[in-house]
């Protein structure tokens, strides 16, 4: 019975768009609050759990999404969605991403890498700031406006290049329009001279759980160049959804 307290713990903590107090966690679950708190500590010492001073909130910690990780990559789950990405990335030329939301940054799952020998480095298991990428703009698009405002008060919008929005009234102007146009986009904000697009992977409900993205150098392709692939992302994330959402 205490083993499927905690996995309940874990399993809301991984579906919910901002920290969690112990009011919420013990409501939520139905755990009373002494249990929660003694569960909760104790995943905390093994880095399941994270506790957020400012919010007086619970996150998953690095030691849940290390699991996770594992877990796809010794899957056959896994194995389908690198074929996929893998056929995604042979038809554009360039390097493919499977990435999921983690607290306020972006989780690489997977990727299929270009042949080019110019590419960015960013092996599965890698975290990127959510503020400045493809990928994590798409997930703050998505949320809904209180949760989205919630989520930025606790990033750093960090400068990462010339071209990162760091002012959050513009981080809000941009995020509808990514918002509208159901697509994310780094036009060289993470990393100078990459570009990206990042379309979602949904729940039946509507509920984005991962992203299918794509990045390229401006040296080989322009934003709008990349864009042209947008289709074909779409393609591959409506393969990817049965696989990700059951």
């Known amino acids: 019975m ?3 307290r905690v996995l309940r713990l874990i399993e809301h903590l991984a579906t919910a768009n901002h920290p969690q107090t112990l009011s919420q ?10 249990t929660m708190m003694r569960t909760l500590d104790s995943l905390e010492q093994l880095g399941y759990v994270l506790r957020t001073p400012i919010e007086r909130g619970y996150v998953l910690g690095p030691a849940a999404a290390s699991l ?18 893998g056929t995604l990335t042979a038809e554009i030329g360039e390097t493919c991403n499977l990435t999921v939301p983690a607290g306020d940054e972006v989780l690489y799952v997977d990727r299929v890498d270009t042949d080019e020998p ?18 994590g703009k798409l997930f703050l698009s998505r949320l809904p406006v209180f949760d989205q405002r919630k989520l930025l008060s606790l990033i750093n919008l960090k400068r ?7 002012d959050i009234d513009l981080m ?9 146009r159901g697509i994310g986009i780094d036009n060289e904000e993470f990393v100078r001279g990459m570009v990206a697009v990042a379309v979602p992977i949904c729940t039946h409900d509507g509920r984005t759980v991962a992203a299918v993205a794509c990045h390229a150098p401006t040296a080989r392709q322009s934003l709008d160049q990349l864009m042209e692939n947008i289709p074909k992302l779409k393609v591959a994330a409506l393969k990817l959804q049965p696989l ?3």
């Not at 594992?70 to 990405?85: F, P, Q, V, W, Y």
């Not at 990462?160 to 760091?166: C, D, E, F, Q, Y």
């Not at 102007?173 to 509208?180: P, T, V």
Request: proline share 7%; charged share 20%; glycine share 4%.
């Open 118 to 135: 110019l590419r960015l480095h960013l092996p599965p298991g890698t975290h990127v700031p959510m503020h400045c990428t493809a990928s």
């Open 244 to 246: 990700l959402t059951g």
């Open 160 to 166: 990462m290049t010339p071209k990162t929005i760091v």
């Open 25 to 34: 966690l013990a409501f939520r679950t139905r755990i009373p609050k002494a």
């Open 2 to 4: 205490r083993g499927l």
């Open 68 to 85: 996770a990780l594992s877990t796809l990559r010794n899957s056959a789950l896994m194995r389908a969605c690198r074929s996929i990405l």
């Open 172 to 180: 809000e102007a941009e995020l509808k329009r990514i918002e509208a």
